[in-house]
């Protein structure tokens, strides 16, 4: 597609509920970040993936999350029996880091509200 | 100590004026300097890219990156009401590690 499309757009779910979120990234691009922006705050790196190397799971907060991508392209994060604390805007971004460029380009996120 | 360092304002200033937004770092392992803009309830758009110290400019947009003092500058001439936003920087080491984003600057312009 011409820019990195995410899935849904916004998100309520009860405390205790399993959510997932989808991120089609640009076509070609082998890179690929999830991060977290709460409210007012600035953006908290998740997870990076790259190809197909070993994902740099670092950032992610807790157990409770984790990531996949199938195929070098689409992604999934799933949180598991989410908090209030969950609540944020998760933004999807990919790269095509050939030549050491960087530039990452986002999608409009996921506004997720646990209730 | 945060790795990226940036004042979150708000900042106001008056239709016309130069904006001067600024990040410092502490790791001097950060080779690629980004800056994003982000209109409210929207994802960050990416706006400049650079790789090496000196200046960069792009319309009413120049990037500055002082590898040496570990600072990073976006100027902003002529400024518009349509330039109100939050403004990011991020860097990061190469081409195969994760961005690291500033809190933000969130900038008025007055018309």
């Known amino acids: ?115 | 100590q945060k790795e990226v360092e940036q004042d979150p304002g708000p900042l106001s200033v008056p239709e016309g004026a130069i904006v001067s937004l600024n990040c410092t770092y502490s790791n001097s392992a950060f080779q690629y300097f980004m800056w994003y803009r982000q209109y409210s309830r929207k994802g960050p758009e990416l706006l400049m890219y650079t790789y090496s110290s000196g200046n960069k400019e792009d319309g009413r947009f120049t990037a500055q990156v002082d590898k040496s003092s570990k600072y990073i500058s976006l100027f902003i001439r002529d400024s518009q009401p349509s330039d109100s936003a939050t403004y990011l920087c991020a860097m990061t080491v190469s081409g195969n590690t994760p961005l690291v984003f500033g809190k933000g600057t969130r900038l008025s312009v007055i018309a």
Do not use: M
Not at chain 1, 14 to 42: F, M, N
Not at chain 1, 85 to 108: H, I
């Open chain 1, 1 to 115: 597609g011409a820019g990195v499309s995410q899935s849904p757009s916004n998100k309520v779910t009860e405390k205790g509920k399993d959510v997932e979120l989808r991120c089609d990234p640009i076509s070609g691009h082998t890179a690929l970040y999830w991060y977290r922006q709460s409210l007012g705050q600035g953006l908290e790196f998740l997870i990076y993936f790259q190809g197909n190397s070993a994902p740099d799971k670092s950032g992610l907060p807790s157990d409770r999350f984790s990531a996949e991508r199938t195929g070098g392209s689409v992604s999934t994060l799933t949180i598991q029996r989410t908090q209030q604390e969950d609540s944020a805007v998760y933004l999807c971004a990919s790269s095509s880091p050939r030549g050491g460029k960087t530039e990452a380009f986002f999608g409009q996120g996921t506004r997720l509200t646990v209730v």
